[in-house]
Every structure is written in C-alpha cells, then in structure tokens.
C-alpha cells in the first residue's frame, strides 16, 4: 500500500511542471497491477522472505526401464555383462568392471541382509515415513548389493546376514520403492 | 630447488607452495552474510596475513561450492569473484560432492604446476542454512542416483550408517568407539577459537544424544554450516618473493567410486608400501565397509610426495569426519592403521593431540560444520598455520592445538595431510604439504622467543 503511494507521488511529481495547469499526464494512470499475495517474513534483519521453487520434470528412465516395468509385473531386473559375466544387482548399461554391454537376468526374490540401518530424522520427503529401515541386500550368484526398504522389523530385530524377501506394491509407481524386502518366513511364522 | 619426480608423469610438474589462507568462522546460520561477503571476508584475511601479495600478482582464482540448490543462484562462482575483484583473471568452477573443497585445492596446484599461471586463489563456500535441515539433507541426498536410491529414503546420515553397521560386522567396531572420535575432535576444538562447537563431551553424552541413523547420533554428525574458505598457491618464483614461511605441496592424489554403493565390488586391497597382502586375506573389498577412492587417493599423494610409511612419515592429519564413522574408516583408508583397526586405533588414543599421529587437531568438521565447498580448504588452512608454526597467532594466541614435528624424522620439513571426502566415498582428495623452514616450526617459534 504504502509503496504505491510513494510511486504514484513520484510519478505525479515530475509531470505536473512540464504540463499546463489542470491537465492530468494520460501516463499518470499506467501502474503495474498490485497484489494481496504478500510475502511471508521470517526476520526484518536481515530480511528473510519465504520463496518456492518446484519443478515437474519429464524424468525419462531411458535405458533403465526395464528394471521399472519389470517390478510392475513382480520381477526384479539385474545386469548381467555379456563379456565378463559379472552380476550386478542393478541395472547397469554397461559394467564397471570391463566395459562390455550387459543383459538383463533376472534376480532371485530371496536374499539376506549386507547392511541396514534404521532412520529417524530424514530428508524432507521422508520425514513422514520415519522411522523406517534401509538396507543393502546379497543374493547368491550376484556380484553387487540392491538398495531397499526392509519392512515390518524394528532396529533390534535386524541382523546382518539375516534371510529376506522381496515383495511388490499391487499398484506400482514406477518407483524403486515398488519393491521392498520383508523378513523370510518359516513354517508360516514371522522370523523374530 | 629440483623439481620432485616420484612418477614419470610428474617430471614436467613445477613445484607448488601455499602462500596463505583465510576462513570465516562457520556457523549453522549467519543469514546477515551472502555468499559472497563470507569469501570476500576469507580473501581479505589471507591477503593480510600475506602483506607483500599484491592483487596484481594473483593470476585467477579457482571456487568450489557444492550445491546450486544451496545458493539458488546458478554461477554463483563468478559473484564471488567479483566480489573480491579477481574478474577479469582466468577463473573456473569445480565441484565434486564433500570433496569440493579438496578438489578446489587441487584444481589451483594444476594451474601452477602446469605452468599455466603462477598465483592462483582457491575459494570455497556453502550457505547451507537458505533452507531447514531436513529440505538440506534433500539437497545432499540429491547427489546419491536419483533414479535408484534417492527415492528409496535419500538420506546420506542413513548411508553411512549402513556402511558402519557393515564395520562393525567385519571387524568388531563399535557405537563407542564411533562415540570416541566425537569425545577427541570436540576435545580439540575447545582451544580453536574458529571452531563452531566448544562441547567438554563424554563417551556416553555422545550414545545419548538422539538417534539419527542407527548407530549414529546427533553427536556422530556434523553441522550443515554457512562459511568460506580461501587459500592463495603460488609457484616457487611468486613464493620466494612474496612469504617469509610459504608450506609446499609435496603429493596430490585422487580417488573415486561408483555413485550407487550398492555396486562397488568385493574384490582386493590396494596395497601401500608398508602393507602386506597377508594382512587382508579374506577381506572382500571395499565393499561397503571401506571408502576404495580413499585408498586410492591416499595410495597416489603418498607415492608423489616419497611417502614410504604414512605412520613415519607424517605428523598429522586433517581429515574428514563428517560422521565419526567415516573418520574410522579413513584412518585405515589412509595406512594409519591396518583395516579393522581404526576403531582401536582411536581407542587406543594413536589419534589424539598427543597421540601417534594427531587426527584432527582443529576439531574437524564435527566441531567446525561442514559448508561443503569450504570445508576442503578449511582443512589446508588449518594445515598450514600448523606447518608455518602459527596455530597461536590466528587462535589469540592459544597453541595447545599447535602438533609438533616427530623427533628423528631426519632432515624433511614437518608434514601434514589433508584429506576431502564426497559422498559414500564417490570423490576423495588427499593433499600432502610440508614446512619449508629448515628447522621445522616447532624450532623457528623457541628462537622467536
């Protein structure tokens, strides 16, 4: 409010003395539109204003999508070099280790635990989800490790080594998280 | 002076030395400061404490900042060279993670070892505080694969949690000894007045503290930090002519690794000189329990700067904790001690100011914070007051972190290590430097006297 006071003062100002008396300048009515949004102030000293940036992008999984199709239809998708045959867990144009072109194999949906922690405070997109479990799971005949979530077991349930499975959403996102590993259960009781 | 020639590439490299450095001192947030007034503060401090360096002697500048997403402004590089008048002198921006810094360092030494220019400044920042820690941890956690583990729960805090917890399964490391690296870096920083943390810590304070990523607390972590860094490196023509006690730059090396650590392999250590393959017969490596780009870079500074025994043959290092775990794992990155034993390493006190070989004696990032792309020359500026001598005259006159020279190390100048470190060990720089007065600092500072 108070700035376009002072812009309209400003303005008026200036005019008025190369004009004949009792003439208004036409340009004293262009103004930029004014707004109610506001700015919202966190400190005056410095002055801190609230500012929003987001994006949609057209995020193309390229090469990679059949790893993401694949866990639609329950599959986890690893690379297998067609040179060299190392396996790794993830999808992978090429390998690391030789160059060569890989193929896609299919993985076992059955494996154990690597590593894991349990998370407490996280970023932003996940805060809601904690605390939740991460955990970098081996199958055997595989070189590499697979990044996931490990559901249904709290911090001092957890063991390195421990066996585990791999579940789907029904409804996929096409997200790495449309899988997940759950503990292997024997004889139809949950492993403690 | 004989250009060192350790390698064959090396040969037609010129000697390189650290003339002077600055840093403002790190804070969790100083919204009262841009950017670009925390570098120019950093520049100014180095150009006083170097008062014979005139402008027009600096060739061009080299900056290290992290992330766009921090500053909100792309070519933030070239704002704060600006800022401290180097435009319109050659200047480039480097970025690599963590490592920024270290990465920055190392990008200047080129510029003169190649013989390109002869003075450039390096100059690092971050101002991590635009946004709330948890929007911060987002911005980190950006830089793991997108497609692949960010979406899984992108938390870097949870990362190396994962890697310690593999650690801890190989080789029997545990919570307190991770909680007795942040006792020693915090011990530290109690007499360095730059540090951002002064906290008397016990074992246990540190297990209490909240839990973050098992089995790291809010104590194992370091600070997301508003800062900058400079360091001003000249060729040995500009060094002579314009610093009474410039610290040369024996050995650079860098190292990486797969982004995702889920694909590293599990293969064999990389030996240094003094190792032996049967000490790891059996250990599947890096895997996940290592940093490979470590060893790497380590490997590679070690053989440039004639480094037989990095027990020897170093007096300390600056490294980066920026979880307490990390400073573990790099101990035995870095052949300070064997792999599987950094935990007993620290334990043992082999760490401390008064130990074997001191590990971060300015506190490190878990006392100073971590402004990324300040943080690898923070640790090159720390290292150079400790090789020139000068802890007391830029710590108001407090020495107790001053490391002395290892006795019977014959005639080489003091040296110290500085190590930069990027995300799950993706990007990491060890730097070596060493005192060029001849009879050490430690010597120099009893005949001021």
Redesign the interface.
């Known amino acids: 409010m108070s700035r376009a006071a002072v812009t309209k003062k400003k303005v008026a100002a200036k005019p008025t003395a190369k004009s004949p008396a009792g003439t208004k300048p036409v340009y004293d009515k262009i103004r930029l539109p004014e707004v109610d949004t506001g700015a919202v102030v966190f400190?005056t000293d410095?002055l801190?204003v609230k500012?929003r940036?987001t994006v949609d992008y057209l995020?193309s999984?390229a090469e990679?999508t059949p790893f993401f199709t694949g866990l639609a239809q329950g599959k986890l998708m690893g690379s297998e070099c067609k040179r060299c045959g190392y396996r790794?867990?993830?999808?992978?144009a090429y390998c690391?280790?030789c160059g060569a072109e890989t193929r896609w194999y299919e993985l076992p949906l059955e494996g154990r635990v690597?590593?894991?922690?349990?998370?407490?405070?996280?970023?932003?997109?996940?805060?809601k989800?904690t605390p939740?479990n991460?955990?970098?799971i081996e199958f055997d005949g595989v070189?590499?490790?697979?990044?996931?979530?490990l559901v249904g077991l709290t911090?001092k349930e957890i063991k390195?080594g421990m066996p585990v499975r791999a579940k789907f959403r029904r409804l996929a996102q096409f997200?790495?998280?449309d899988v997940y590993f759950i503990p292997k259960t024997k004889a139809g009781k949950a492993v403690a | 002076m004989p250009v060192a020639a350790h390698t064959r590439t090396e040969v037609r490299m010129r000697p390189v030395y650290m003339i002077s450095g600055g840093i403002t001192k790190f804070t969790k947030a100083d919204?009262?400061k841009s950017f670009r007034k925390m570098v120019k503060e950093a520049f100014d401090y180095s150009m006083n404490d170097c008062p014979r360096l005139t402008k027009d002697r600096i060739d061009g500048s080299v900056v290290s900042y992290f992330s766009d997403h921090f500053t909100?402004q792309l070519m933030a590089g070239i704002m704060a060279v600006d800022m401290c008048g180097l435009v319109p002198k050659p200047t480039i921006r480097v970025e690599g993670g963590g490592a920024t810094g270290g990465l920055c360092f190392q990008e200047a030494w080129r510029h003169i070892a190649s013989g390109w220019l002869d003075c450039v400044v390096a100059i690092g920042f971050e101002t991590m505080s635009r946004v709330?820690t948890?929007?911060g941890?987002?911005f980190i956690?950006l830089a793991s694969d997108t497609?692949?583990?960010f979406?899984?729960?992108?938390?870097y805090?949870?990362?190396y949690?994962?890697?310690v917890?593999?650690h801890m399964?190989e080789f029997g490391t545990t919570p307190k000894q991770l909680a007795q690296v942040s006792v020693k870096n915090h011990r530290n920083a109690l007499n360095n007045r730059w540090a951002q943390h002064h906290y008397d810590l016990t074992v246990e304070d540190v297990l209490r503290s909240?839990?973050?990523?098992?089995p790291l607390t809010m104590l194992d972590i370091c600070t997301m930090s508003d800062g900058a860094a400079v360091c001003i490196l000249a060729s040995e023509k500009v060094a002579e002519k314009v610093c009474d006690n410039p610290v040369k730059v024996i050995g650079v090396g860098q190292g990486s690794d797969?982004m995702?650590?889920?694909?590293?392999?599990?293969g064999a250590v990389p030996l240094l000189k003094h190792e032996d393959a049967s000490w790891y017969k059996g250990l599947k490596y890096p895997g996940?329990h290592s940093f490979r780009a470590g060893r790497m870079a380590s490997k590679m500074a070690y053989e440039r700067a004639g480094i037989e025994d990095p027990r020897e043959d170093v007096d300390f290092v600056e490294l980066h904790d920026a979880y307490t775990s990390s400073e573990i794992q790099t101990y035995e990155d870095m052949g300070l001690c064997r792999y599987g034993d950094g935990g007993k390493f620290v334990e043992q006190g082999h760490a401390d100011l008064t130990g074997k070989i001191p590990v971060n004696p300015s506190g490190g990032l878990l006392a100073c914070g971590h402004p990324v792309g300040a943080t690898g020359l923070m640790q090159a500026v720390f290292a150079f007051w400790q090789l020139q001598g000068a802890i007391a005259k830029h710590n108001a006159g407090d020495a107790t972190i001053q490391v002395k020279q290892k006795r019977g190390r014959g005639k080489r100048g003091m040296r110290g290590a500085i190590h930069s470190h990027a995300g799950t060990g993706t990007y990491v720089t060890v730097s070596i430097l060493e005192s060029t007065s001849t009879n050490g600092p430690a010597s120099k500072a009893r005949r001021a006297r």
């Open positions: 400190c410095p801190l500012e940036y995020n999984y990679d790794f867990a993830t999808p992978r690391m280790e690597h590593t894991w922690t349990t998370c407490y405070f996280g970023s932003e997109s996940f805060l989800e939740f991460l955990a970098l070189n590499t490790l697979l990044l996931t979530r911090e390195v997200k790495p998280t | 919204p009262r909100r709330n948890w929007k941890n987002e956690a497609n692949f583990d979406p899984v729960g992108g938390f805090s949870g990362y949690a994962m890697m917890v593999r399964h909240p839990m973050v990523a098992y797969a995702r650590m889920s694909d590293r392999p599990h996940v």
